[in-house]
């Protein structure tokens, strides 16, 4: 990939937010996935058609996320996704979740290539051949 | 289908409940779509082995519902779903969800068989086999 | 309210759709409530701000959705959101879903405004101004 | 808390797996908040009442997770949910989703207890007096 770091604007909608008022934690990777998806479309490439319609999958092999501030319904936060490593058959993004200049959120989700039947398999060579 | 009325109970999570506190509207048809497995299951039946992997879909053509009282986070609700019309290839169930004695919202819902290709197909004739 | 109709694009996300392929039904509604807080802020008014804050909800109680043809991971939608009917505490919008021309689901979704209590209260002035 | 440990069963709903077929990452964080809720419930205390309404919130702080293998709609899993730190205002539980004997996931998630200003709070009492 040529791009590796892109920043997209997110609306927190009402359903997202809990009674306690916060968006739910459980949200936050969701957003982590549009903010990959998004990056991918940045270089050109659609997860649906280059890596669904040619079977192959990613899957989440691990997480980690730190929650510094709460977002609350409404916000329109940013999200900067940046691809961290990339090895064979394995990707890993780091995300920085922001409102204004304020940092909320910041995470790490490892990804994995696999074909229909869960096994790995080297990534494509378009996602490899990130510049060092 | 030889039973045609169902019930099961259901605890609202929390993600389920919104920043008013109240469970979000779009939930209900979560509940609904869990009402009608649970309906099948007790038939003996699963939508997952004897539809999907039989080719066979359902989709929702139609859905009507009214909401009378709010349902709210950790409250114990009671799903009542009923088959109240089959025909060839499409399927109407009726739903009413509890706390308590308390009848919070009704629905109806329309389902449709379809093969792969999106196109209506006749429903499993163990469905159709519905008691007059 | 002086614009009565408004539009957005909304991509449909992974997770929103389901193991068929589909964006699931219950997710229309996420759509939907977007579509008119959308249609609040083309007004210059914000839920949170404007309602909320003054201590005035907005609970669904009645809602009908037909859908006619699936939209799918990735899909970019159009919601066209119209403000159907204002009377006293209840406000009734239209919605169609697009994907290009493509005319996928109908909705009307019957809004009451309440207060803390839930009992029925009388719409914003700024929400009954419609133009005749 | 007298138990420390719990385990709950869930059955995988068919909008919490995605297009691959597969639960969506996102929602093992839902059944975990599940699991902690039950372990309080266990142990007779309920989040909403003996919490909230104390004026006490929990959010989550940090989580960890490793995905070994999916889950797939209609799965019946159980969640095992284990107290494994509390400090002043600081809880963390480990979790370990199974479906029969193999082991799916495991996460840990750290948990802060705050005010409605999000200070953090001690813990109340009945849940610090933890067997050594």
Same mark, same amino acid.
């Given at each position: 990939m040529r791009i590796t770091q892109h920043e997209i604007e997110i609306r927190v909608r009402y359903p997202e937010a809990d009674p306690g008022g916060y968006l739910h934690h459980a949200n936050y990777f969701i957003y982590f996935e549009m903010g990959r998806t998004e990056l991918l479309r940045a270089n050109g490439r659609s997860y649906k058609e280059d890596m669904e319609s040619a079977g192959r999958f990613i899957v989440v092999v691990r997480t980690e996320c730190r929650f510094h501030r709460p977002a609350r319904y409404d916000d329109l936060l940013r999200l900067r996704t940046v691809v961290a490593r990339v090895r064979a058959a394995r +990707?890993?993004? *780091?995300?920085?979740?922001?409102?204004?200049?304020?940092l909320l959120a910041e995470a790490k989700v490892v990804?994995?290539? +696999?074909?229909? *039947?869960?096994?790995?398999q080297r990534l494509p060579d378009w996602m490899l051949d990130e510049p060092a």
């Amino acid at each position: 990939m040529r791009i590796t770091q892109h920043e997209i604007e997110i609306r927190v909608r009402y359903p997202e937010a809990d009674p306690g008022g916060y968006l739910h934690h459980a949200n936050y990777f969701i957003y982590f996935e549009m903010g990959r998806t998004e990056l991918l479309r940045a270089n050109g490439r659609s997860y649906k058609e280059d890596m669904e319609s040619a079977g192959r999958f990613i899957v989440v092999v691990r997480t980690e996320c730190r929650f510094h501030r709460p977002a609350r319904y409404d916000d329109l936060l940013r999200l900067r996704t940046v691809v961290a490593r990339v090895r064979a058959a394995r +990707v890993e993004h *780091e995300y920085s979740l922001f409102r204004g200049d304020e940092l909320l959120a910041e995470a790490k989700v490892v990804l994995c290539c +696999v074909d229909k *039947e869960g096994q790995p398999q080297r990534l494509p060579d378009w996602m490899l051949d990130e510049p060092a």
